[in-house]
Each structure stands twice: as structure tokens, then as C-alpha cells.
């Protein structure tokens, strides 16, 4: 009996193997290899598991340094700690106009592989498309970039500027292991540079991939952690304190998350509002087409800020993030706190705002304290890079806008800023909102045509800054 089980096991397995097993991951690897070469480099990029923390980018950079190095590029890497690095090249040029940086950064975020459709680490191909931790946010941009530069490489041209590939650890948790390393170590490897590019907007698309406009970040909102606390008398939960610490945080909290914005509506914004205005129909064309006038109008200003990422164009947020208090369910605490993170809009002054924060909470013993705060100026739109990118965008789809963006989220350009470099955020691949929602979240992936058009955007580009004339 035990024999002939094993034996009728066995001729199942061996029906069942060719099906389900061999050919499903022969024909994956035999796919990526007849892709192009961003399409197999990012694939082996993607199943290298940089998840910060803890990050282990080195084993990132040593990846996208060996790639430099094979196709004549020198490649240095530095550690910025234990098994965390930067990978630093150069491709020259005359020398006769300033250097452009291509900035990514090699760590990604959490992801949990029984949340994905597809292995978060496999670097799979379905559907056209290129399925991986990191394949938008920014594997995918950074392996855009370094193909462009390989490109003129290759291509012999001669170019007025240099070309320098800086891949960072560390962006995901602040950058200060990454980009704030290097800037505070290496700033004098980029004394000679002017325009950086790294990530940010993306080409808008509608659901059905109509494109809507390019969208180029010139601008980020500025951080500020707040921590609210409040102090009070403990007691047993027998006997109900009116004013203790949990109530009084939780009714300063309340009239804090009611009370309304105040609009703040940035040249730039104004700007960017009305261009994409041609997109739209009815009472949303007549709500982008004037922005300060729509938001005195109640209707028009629930259009605006109904959408989460336009919206936040136009006013500083908080969100309440943290709220912790108590040890034990029948006893009042002495303590609780509330932490808070606050985007603010470029020119919004950090200590008012959180001065602005403790009016609304309407209640002085309530503590409140900074717990980061990062300051992001803002890069002019005024400039032959954001002019190169309009002239590319012209000759590919005449008409379409390209417009400057402030984003509500936090990148590593602000450290470079600090440096005097004009830094855009810019992702030359279209996205439509089902895309955008898997930065950060599950089944994150990039076509495999967006991936190629993203590389020939950039390289037309680099060629129109930096080809003589």
C-alpha cells in the first residue's frame, strides 16, 4: 500500500512539474532577456532587497556600479555606515556649461509579500508591465537615468556639460545616512554642477491613459513635527476626572482638526492650476481656471480640495499621526500626547504655524513642541532645464501642458537645494491614479514601454542642455 502511493505520487509530481513549475519560470527569465536593457537591468535591480530599514543599499550600489564600471564609466562608492552606500560617476563633457546631477535613491520602503499579486522581490514580468518593490519609487527612475547616460556614452557625442549619476541610501527615513551625507561630506564633488533632476511628478494620465499634462516639481512642502502634550492629575477610573490629560487633548485635538484652513495660493500654483484648467469641464474648469477667486466660493472650493493631492497646492495640512496614552484600562494617566505632521506650503513660516497650531487648539496648558522641521525652498521654472523639458514634451505631443507642481510629500532635492542647485522633481513616464496609489502601497509596478519612453525622454533632454549649439 505505502509503495504503490509513492509510486502514484511520484507520476504525479513528474505530470505536474513541467506544467507548474519549469516552463512558468523559464519563460519569466527567457522574457526579461529578450527585453531591452532597462527593462533586464531593472528587473535584476528590483530583486535586490534594499528595504529601509535597515536598507543594505551597499549590496544596491555595488549593482549599479558594476554597470557603470562595464560600460567605461569610473564608479566610486562610499559608505555612509555599515553596509549603506552612495554610488558617485561622471560622464564628461567640455566643461564649458555647468554639470547636471541625476539624483535616485537605492532604498525602498516596506512590502509585504502576501499583500502583492506578484513577488515584491522577483522582478517579474505580467502584462507588459514590470512588477516590483521600487519599480516607480525610485529603482525604476534611477535605472530611466542611468540608461540615458549610458546612451551618450555610447553614442560619442559631444556634450558642453558633465553628466553625474548619484545614487543615495537612506531617502526613505529622511536621507541623513544618504543625501544629507554626501552633502555634508562630498558637496565639493558637485562645486562645478547647476540642475539636478530626481524624482517627483510623473506625466498625468486619465484612467485610460490619456495624457493630461507633465507635471515638473519645482517645489516641495516644507516638514514640521509637532508634539502636543498634555499633563494632569491620575487617578482611578472609578472616579471620573473631567480635566484630565486624555480629555483635554482629546477636546483640543477636536477644535484643531475642525477648524478650517486658511488658503495660501502661490504664484506657481495659480499657474499650475490654470494650465490643466483645459482638461476639465463645467464647475472643475471653472474652479482651476481661478483658484483665488474659486476659493472665496463654497462650491468651488469643495471641488478644489476634494482631490487630496491638488488641494494640498493650497493650504497647510496636519494630520494627526500619533496618539498615545494610559497603561491600564482602570487608570486615568498623568499624560498623553498627540504627534502631528504639518506640510507647509514654501514661505510659510515654521514657528508661527506651530504658534498658529496652539491657538487652534484653544487650550494653554497644552504643550506643544517641534519634533523635526525641514525647510524646502523652492526652484525657479525660470531656467533652460524646465525650458528643455517644455521643448521635448512640444515635439513628442504639440499642445500638451507642462506645468510647475508643489507636492505635498518629501524628497532629497531639498539637501542639494541647500547647495544652490536648481533641483526638479520630474518622472518622464505617464501614470494614471491606479499606478500612483502603488508608490508606497501593494502590486507596485511600471510598463515596460514607460520604462523605455521614460530613458528616451530623459536622453532628448540631457542632449537639448547639453549639446553644443
Known amino acids: 500500500m505505502r509503495k504503490n502511493?509513492?509510486?502514484?505520487?511520484?507520476?504525479?509530481?513528474?505530470?505536474?512539474?513541467?506544467?507548474?513549475?519549469?516552463?512558468?519560470?523559464?519563460?519569466?527569465?527567457?522574457?526579461?532577456?529578450?527585453?531591452?536593457?532597462a527593462v533586464q537591468m531593472l528587473s535584476e535591480y528590483l530583486k535586490i532587497d534594499t528595504t529601509n530599514p535597515p536598507g543594505n543599499e551597499r549590496l544596491g550600489a555595488e549593482y549599479l556600479a558594476g554597470?557603470?564600471?562595464?560600460?567605461?564609466?569610473?564608479?566610486?562608492?562610499?559608505?555612509?555606515?555599515?553596509?549603506?552606500?552612495?554610488?558617485?560617476?561622471?560622464?564628461?563633457?567640455?566643461?564649458?556649461?555647468k554639470a547636471i546631477v541625476l539624483l535616485n535613491h537605492i532604498d525602498v520602503v516596506p512590502a509585504r509579500a502576501e499583500d502583492w499579486k506578484y513577488p515584491p522581490f522577483g522582478g517579474e514580468i505580467h502584462n507588459g508591465e514590470l512588477w516590483g518593490r521600487g519599480a516607480l519609487d525610485m529603482k525604476g527612475m534611477g535605472i530611466i537615468e542611468l540608461e540615458a547616460m549610458l546612451r551618450l556614452k555610447r553614442s560619442g557625442v559631444k556634450l558642453d556639460r558633465d553628466i553625474i549619476f548619484l545614487a543615495t541610501p537612506d531617502e526613505e527615513v529622511g536621507g541623513d545616512k544618504g543625501a544629507k551625507w554626501f552633502k555634508d561630506n562630498k558637496a565639493d564633488l558637485l562645486k562645478d554642477a547647476e540642475f539636478?533632476?530626481?524624482?517627483?511628478?510623473?506625466?498625468?494620465?486619465?484612467?485610460?491613459?490619456?495624457?493630461?499634462?507633465?507635471?515638473?516639481?519645482?517645489?516641495?512642502?516644507?516638514?514640521?513635527?509637532?508634539?502636543?502634550?498634555?499633563?494632569?492629575?491620575?487617578?482611578?477610573?472609578?472616579?471620573?476626572?473631567?480635566?484630565?490629560?486624555?480629555?483635554?487633548?482629546?477636546?483640543?485635538?477636536?477644535?484643531?482638526?475642525?477648524?478650517?484652513?486658511?488658503?495660501?495660493?502661490?504664484?506657481?500654483v495659480q499657474e499650475y492650476f490654470a494650465k490643466i484648467s483645459v482638461n476639465e469641464t463645467g464647475k472643475t474648469k471653472e474652479a482651476y481656471a481661478d483658484v483665488k477667486k474659486a476659493m472665496d466660493n463654497p462650491e468651488l472650493r469643495e471641488i478644489l480640495l476634494k482631490d487630496k493631492m491638488k488641494g494640498s497646492m493650497l493650504i497647510?495640512?496636519?494630520s494627526l499621526t500619533v496618539l498615545k496614552s494610559g497603561y491600564k484600562?482602570?487608570?486615568?494617566?498623568?499624560?498623553?500626547?498627540?504627534?502631528?505632521?504639518?506640510?507647509?506650503?514654501?514661505?510659510?513660516?515654521?514657528?508661527?504655524?506651530?504658534?498658529e497650531v496652539k491657538a487652534k487648539l484653544a487650550d494653554p496648558s497644552l504643550e506643544v513642541t517641534?519634533?523635526?522641521?525641514?525647510?524646502?525652498?523652492?526652484?525657479?521654472?525660470?531656467?533652460?532645464?524646465?525650458?528643455?523639458?517644455?521643448?521635448?514634451?512640444?515635439?513628442?505631443?504639440?499642445?500638451?501642458?507642462?506645468?510647475?507642481?508643489?507636492?505635498?510629500?518629501?524628497?532629497?532635492?531639498?539637501?542639494?537645494?541647500?547647495?544652490?542647485?536648481?533641483?526638479?522633481?520630474?518622472?518622464?513616464?505617464?501614470?494614471?491614479?491606479e499606478h500612483?496609489?502603488?508608490?508606497?502601497?501593494?502590486?507596485?509596478?511600471?510598463?515596460?514601454?514607460?520604462?523605455?519612453?521614460?530613458a528616451n525622454r530623459i536622453e532628448k533632454v540631457l542632449l537639448k542642455l547639453s549639446k553644443p549649439q
Open 196 to 268: 539636478l533632476l530626481n524624482e517627483g511628478f510623473h506625466i498625468d494620465t486619465d484612467k485610460d491613459g490619456k495624457i493630461l499634462y507633465w507635471g515638473v516639481n519645482v517645489a516641495e512642502k516644507s516638514l514640521l513635527w509637532l508634539k502636543v502634550t498634555a499633563k494632569g492629575d491620575a487617578g482611578h477610573a472609578s472616579m471620573p476626572i473631567a480635566d484630565s490629560a486624555p480629555n483635554r487633548l482629546v477636546r483640543g485635538l477636536t477644535r484643531l482638526i475642525d477648524a478650517a484652513p486658511n488658503p495660501i495660493i502661490l504664484p506657481m
Open 329 to 355: 484600562t482602570n487608570v486615568i494617566p498623568a499624560e498623553a500626547y498627540a504627534e502631528l505632521d504639518c506640510r507647509l506650503l514654501p514661505g510659510t513660516d515654521h514657528a508661527k504655524f506651530a504658534e
Open 316 to 318: 497647510n495640512t496636519v
Open 67 to 97: 554597470i557603470l564600471r562595464k560600460n567605461g564609466l569610473e564608479a566610486e562608492i562610499f559608505d555612509t555606515t555599515p553596509n549603506r552606500s552612495c554610488v558617485y560617476a561622471r560622464l564628461k563633457g567640455t566643461g564649458k556649461k
Open 5 to 37: 502511493s509513492r509510486q502514484i505520487l511520484l507520476l504525479f509530481t513528474a505530470l505536474c512539474m513541467p506544467v507548474f513549475c519549469g516552463p512558468a519560470r523559464a519563460a519569466s527569465d527567457a522574457d526579461i532577456k529578450a527585453q531591452t536593457e
Open 370 to 433: 517641534v519634533i523635526e522641521s525641514e525647510l524646502a525652498t523652492p526652484s525657479s521654472p525660470d531656467t533652460e532645464l524646465f525650458a528643455a523639458i517644455k521643448a521635448v514634451a512640444q515635439e513628442e505631443k504639440p499642445g500638451v501642458p507642462v506645468v510647475p507642481v508643489v507636492v505635498q510629500w518629501f524628497t532629497d532635492s531639498h539637501w542639494f537645494r541647500e547647495l544652490g542647485l536648481t533641483a526638479y522633481g520630474w518622472e518622464p513616464v505617464e501614470q494614471d491614479p
Open 436 to 454: 500612483i496609489a502603488s508608490v508606497h502601497g501593494k502590486n507596485e509596478r511600471v510598463s515596460l514601454k514607460g520604462l523605455e519612453d521614460g
